[in-house]
């Protein structure tokens, strides 16, 4: 299996239709999407999901399958949205684990490497993530990455906290 980027224990590989029914398992549980600001996805979204990610990918970023590098399991997405903050183009980072690989620091693995490469590869001076102010376990992983609230921020009418973590000089 070839991987775009890789951490020590997990690889991501760019999003093609072959990853459809891996990416439903994930945008179509609820429990993952629950504090997810758009919320469960139908057949057709996960389908335009996966689009959007193929043409991301052009600008250098986008959405990723996640792997275990020692089981080669699929264990959810991550990756980049474009964010406009002050006008500015960003990289939003975001990832959804399947249930069975939560609480491994898999994420804070993956949002690490994710603002690491962001800041340093692709060239960006900053990077963010929004999180539900509800959830706990998310917003220590944008901690363990690096990041620092910024304070409340309003998120398709939904009250998130926002986390950013610039590059160092």
Same mark, same amino acid.
């Given at each position: 299996?070839?991987f775009?980027?890789?951490t020590?224990?997990l690889g991501?590989?760019?999003l093609?239709m ?5 990416v439903k398992?994930v ?6 999407m ?6 469960v996805k139908?057949?057709g979204?996960?389908?335009?999901y996966?689009?959007h990610?193929m ?6 970023y986008?959405q $990723?399958?996640?792997?275990e590098?020692?089981t ?7 990756g980049?949205?474009?964010f ?5 183009a ?9 249930r069975p690989y939560?609480?491994k620091g898999y ?8 603002a ?7 060239g $960006?001076?900053r ?6 102010k509800r959830?706990l ?5 944008l901690?363990?990455a690096?990041m ?5 921020? $309003? $998120?398709?009418e939904?009250?998130?906290l926002?986390y950013?973590r610039?590059?160092?000089?």
């Amino acid at each position: 299996m070839e991987f775009f980027l890789k951490t020590e224990r997990l690889g991501l590989q760019k999003l093609t239709m072959q990853h459809i029914d891996q990416v439903k398992s994930v945008l179509q549980d609820e429990e993952i999407m629950f504090f997810s600001a758009s919320g469960v996805k139908n057949d057709g979204e996960v389908k335009d999901y996966i689009i959007h990610s193929m043409s991301d990918y052009q600008e250098g970023y986008g959405q $990723y399958a996640a792997y275990e590098l020692a089981t080669g399991e699929f264990i959810g997405v991550a990756g980049y949205f474009s964010f406009l903050y002050e006008e500015h183009a960003d990289l939003e980072i975001n990832y959804r684990l399947l249930r069975p690989y939560r609480g491994k620091g898999y994420a804070s693995e993956l949002a690490k490497k994710l603002a690491d490469y962001a800041l340093e590869d692709l060239g $960006y001076q900053r990077v963010f993530g929004l999180v539900d102010k509800r959830n706990l376990a998310s917003r220590k992983v944008l901690e363990k990455a690096g990041m620092q609230t910024l304070g409340e921020y $309003y $998120y398709h009418e939904r009250k998130t906290l926002l986390y950013r973590r610039h590059k160092k000089a």
